[in-house]
């Protein structure tokens, strides 16, 4: 059983990781605290410099909530659930580089001090109860100046009049659903790659962030450039996979680079579609295509590959499940490089299957956050074992006191 403290000899200390107070917690909450051995979703993990106390994060979600792309106190109390909670680390929401790379005119930005000050909030409460959390750095391209999709309008522009900025809208090509959309030049496209570099400068240096995520998928610009449906370009950007890769690689290379100018070995995610969901389709982004892809994205310096699907097609039901495509790239890069899957992963006991059987390395849950935000404390009683609660609400059970 754990020990609890002598009465006489307690002193409550504040964080030292926040500017006001709450109480510094004797264990994170998430960590294992059983005598036997845990399952292997309650087992740490490394991620450079980062150590996990378990294997379950917070997908990124949008909430469509900002102010000019500046979070809210909604953001706070929203984020916030999960830091108090049983997750070891939290994806945030697409994040734009530039303003006119949002996906709505109520997603978050990091592209000016006011954005990056309010981050930091959140951040620094994520870092009082010793979790971690980092920004999905993104760039819409042609589906950028859209409706929040509670609307449940599927990329449905949005102008002027609506806070919306159709006159700059860019993506990979040109494209007869987006017609208001132009294509990108290649210096424009060199000024982007640099855009990401500067977002990811902000995001370790002056929010505090734990690690970057970069999105390639869900038919957003890395993605509309990685996939024949939306590239059709015909120079060094186009045609060939080499050609239609380069946009990515190069703003991981660029991100990367940061490690050795800002001295901090952060770690580097990036989330693919790793099918368009129209796998009978050779000029679709294939899951092929991503397991060519995945070895480049190790090689290149990244951590952890994000394995979800979809965003270019109208395909409901894909033809392979996203945790089938996590565990094929898993296979491919093995041991050099970290799978995460999502999706549809409601339970404690689907989520140790795909563990043990080596199908990634860790389970996202975006839905099961949304609906509750004590999901791993219940998936913890769902496998019978005991785990480390948040202090202020983790006393009632008995939960706090470690040795």
């Given amino acids: 059983m754990p020990l609890r403290p002598d009465p006489r000899t307690i002193i409550t200390r504040p964080s030292p990781n926040i500017p006001y107070f709450t109480p510094q917690q004797p264990a994170i909450a998430g960590a294992f605290r059983g005598k036997n051995k845990a399952p292997k979703v309650f087992t740490p993990v490394k991620i450079r410099d980062l150590q996990l106390v378990n294997r379950i994060g917070v997908s990124p979600m949008c909430i469509y909530s900002a102010e000019d792309g500046v979070a809210t106190d909604y953001h706070l109390v929203h984020y916030g659930q999960y830091a108090l909670r049983g997750p070891s680390f939290t994806i945030m929401e697409s994040t734009g580089v530039v303003k006119e790379g949002r996906i709505t005119p109520h997603c978050l930005g990091i592209y000016n001090e006011e954005q990056r000050k309010q981050l930091k909030k959140i951040v620094d409460l994520y870092h009082s109860q010793g979790k971690f959390i980092g920004p999905q750095l993104s760039h819409a391209g042609m589906k950028a100046s859209t409706l929040p999709l509670y609307y449940e309008q599927f990329d449905y522009p ?3 009049k609506r806070g919306g900025w159709l006159d700059n809208v860019w993506g990979s090509s040109l494209n007869k659903q987006f017609p208001y959309s132009k294509e990108l030049s290649i210096p424009q496209i ?7 570099k500067e977002a990811s400068r902000a995001a370790i240096s002056e929010c505090g962030f734990d690690f970057i995520e970069l999105h390639a998928a869900h038919g957003y610009l890395i993605h509309q450039f990685l996939s024949p449906l939306a590239n ?3 120079d060094k950007y186009g045609g060939s996979f080499e050609n239609r890769v380069r946009f990515l690689l190069e703003i991981i290379q660029a991100v990367v680079e940061l490690r050795k100018e800002l001295k901090v070995n952060f770690p580097v995610l990036v989330r693919i579609s790793a ?3 129209d796998e009978s389709n050779p000029d679709s982004w294939r899951a092929v295509d991503s397991l060519k892809l995945a070895p480049l994205l190790v090689k290149y310096g990244v951590d952890l590959i994000d394995v979800s699907s979809g965003g270019l097609t109208e395909a409901k039901s894909p ?3 996203q945790s089938e495509l996590a565990r094929r790239v898993k296979s491919v890069v093995k041991d050099t490089c970290l799978v995460s899957a999502v999706g549809g992963i409601f339970t404690g006991k689907r ?4 563990l043990e059987d080596g199908d990634c390395d860790i389970c996202l849950s975006g839905r099961g956050f949304l609906k509750d935000a004590g999901i791993v404390e219940n998936w913890a009683e769902e496998l019978g074992v005991d785990i ?3 202090m ?12």
Avoid at 190 to 196: M, P
Avoid at 351 to 354: H, K, R, T
Avoid at 392 to 403: C, D, L, S
Wanted: proline fraction near 3%; avoid cysteine; charge should be negative.
């Fill in 158 to 160: 949005v102008d002027e």
């Fill in 190 to 196: 060199e000024q982007l790659v640099l855009k990401f």
């Fill in 232 to 234: 059709k370009r015909t």
């Fill in 275 to 277: 099918s368009d969901n």
């Fill in 319 to 321: 033809k392979v499940s």
């Fill in 351 to 354: 989520a140790e299957e795909l």
């Fill in 388 to 390: 480390q609660l948040n």
């Fill in 392 to 403: 202020q609400e983790g006393w009632p059970f008995g939960k706090v006191w470690t040795k």
